[in-house]
DNA sequence: CGCAATCTTGAACACCCTCAAGCATGGTGG
DNA sequence: CCACCATGCTTGAGGGTGTTCAAGATTGCG
């Protein structure tokens, strides 16, 4: 499968938390200044994952959260029968391997989709850090419980709703985070595979395929591989809300 | 629907957490006998529910989460079309509120699905408390990280898995969860309703008939009603790896 | 330029849903 | 105490959405 060739050298600057682009995303967001120098101090910042290279691999011993700074990370597990399912995508400023924690070995893999960097948090310090900031605690409690509700709602997602509300979903959740990284929300290109898209979403790649086509004959959205265009984000919104069309009333 | 009275009466013998019945299952688990004191101290016991009576509900300003003690309890969310979706169950020993941390709201509505106590755990104090014992904190994080874990679970059954392995996957975690607390986990009584079943596994109500109908005539199990008797474990759990069967090799 | 991987398109089938009706269950009131 | 009704559960028939299988088109990379 995909490189795992991975080149962990540290970046030659170091950029303060403060500075980073992300701060208004990441961590530093709900910490004070002085706060964020506690925070720098256990940061390992720099590392870089070129596209297939393995962040971490599903039962390692767990150690550290990464939190992407550019770039795109995959998760995936491997079940019980051998088959790959993912269980999310990480865009800059969101933080991977939450769902480890409860135990002594990563519960998931993470490779990265393209060239990527991230800054690791090492876990145990982490912990030592947020006894001593508890708005530091708190916000990784919001992020945890965030983190719940954000699968929760692919659950959701996954019981109820047709192909079609699945695929326009994933795009507007995407259009909306690359919105919040100041990306265009109308005009980017996938991170992922179609094949990555239809395990995420419970589909067939066929099913994937037939739907983004039809999406572009209807002129919601223009596709042309990974690069995709969002037409008419209403229509999309529609969509995602359709199958309350079939009540009558 | 369901009732909404509430007896919220504490109960007349304050139980401490030492010799709750559940010590081994719950937050004292984790912690020595002077830090359990002080969780008592914020602990509110005894609250109880009648059938059918709301825990806390979907929007309500969010103030504490709460352990199941005996009982159970579902977990719902209403949908923007107005649908519900069921999105939990919760056993005694096993705690409700999780997802909502992230908010200043609940993010679900909790409801008893029988008579049902629970201790309360009032966010802001077990905040504080957990950045003077870091064990708590460390506790909270592992059981944040196993909800994470959980929901991820979920989504893998509903995104891969057929009618069939769903229930059997449903009935084999129930089976577990009940021994843990102690209690037969091949003859139990069911908590909840087909119909919430149905929901919770993204089916329809019709289905969980025939399955489980199919299930007995198999002789996998016997049902009568809510009345469940686990036959063949084993059968059962080869149920949920059925589909690896399709591979040849 | 050519091969491999990815993506698209088509046709047939399977699984599960919907609709519809019949059957238990249990709580309520006469 | 039993008839009654509401609710929940079961069973059957038909149809739709998405899968599977198969083949062709496109892309990307050596």
């Known amino acids: 499968m995909g490189q795992r060739i991975t080149t962990a050298q540290p970046s030659p600057v170091k950029i303060t938390?403060?500075?980073?682009?992300?701060?208004n995303l990441c961590l530093p967001l709900a910490l004070d200044d002085n706060d964020v120098n506690r925070l720098e101090d256990i940061v390992q910042q720099g590392q870089t994952f070129n596209r297939g290279a393995l962040v971490f691999e599903q039962q390692a011993p767990f150690k550290s959260c990464f939190v992407v700074r550019s770039g795109a990370v995959k998760t995936s597990v491997i079940t019980e029968n051998g088959e790959e399912q993912v269980t999310g995508f990480f865009l800059p400023g969101e933080i991977v391997g939450l769902d480890s924690m409860s135990d002594d070995i990563y519960s998931c893999t993470a490779k990265a989709l393209e060239y990527t960097s991230v800054?690791?948090?090492?876990?145990?310090?982490?912990?030592?850090?947020?006894?001593?900031?508890?708005?530091?605690?708190?916000?990784?409690?919001?992020?945890?419980?965030?983190?719940?509700?954000?699968?929760?709602?692919?659950?959701?997602?996954?019981?109820?709703?047709?192909?079609?509300?699945?695929?326009?979903?994933?795009?507007?959740?995407?259009?909306?985070?690359?919105?919040?990284?100041?990306?265009?929300?109308?005009?980017?290109?996938l991170p992922m595979s179609r094949s990555d898209i239809a395990n995420y979403l419970g589909l067939a790649v066929?099913?994937?395929?037939?739907?983004?086509?039809?999406?572009?004959?209807?002129?919601?959205?223009?596709?042309?591989?990974r690069e995709i265009q969002l037409l008419d984000i209403e229509a999309l919104q529609a969509v995602t809300r359709e199958f309350s069309k079939c009540r009558p009333t």
Chains 1, 2 share one sequence.
């Open 206 to 225: 066929e099913t994937v395929s037939r739907v983004i086509t039809r999406f572009q004959s209807q002129g919601l959205i223009k596709a042309q591989g």
């Open 119 to 189: 800054c690791e948090l090492p876990f145990s310090q982490l912990e030592h850090l947020a006894t001593h900031i508890p708005t530091l605690q708190h916000h990784f409690f919001q992020l945890m419980s965030q983190e719940i509700k954000n699968s929760q709602q692919l659950s959701l997602l996954l019981s109820k709703n047709s192909a079609e509300e699945r695929i326009a979903s994933l795009l507007l959740s995407l259009s909306s985070r690359f919105k919040r990284r100041r990306l265009s929300p109308t005009h980017f290109n």
């Open 17 to 23: 938390c403060n500075h980073c682009s992300l701060s």
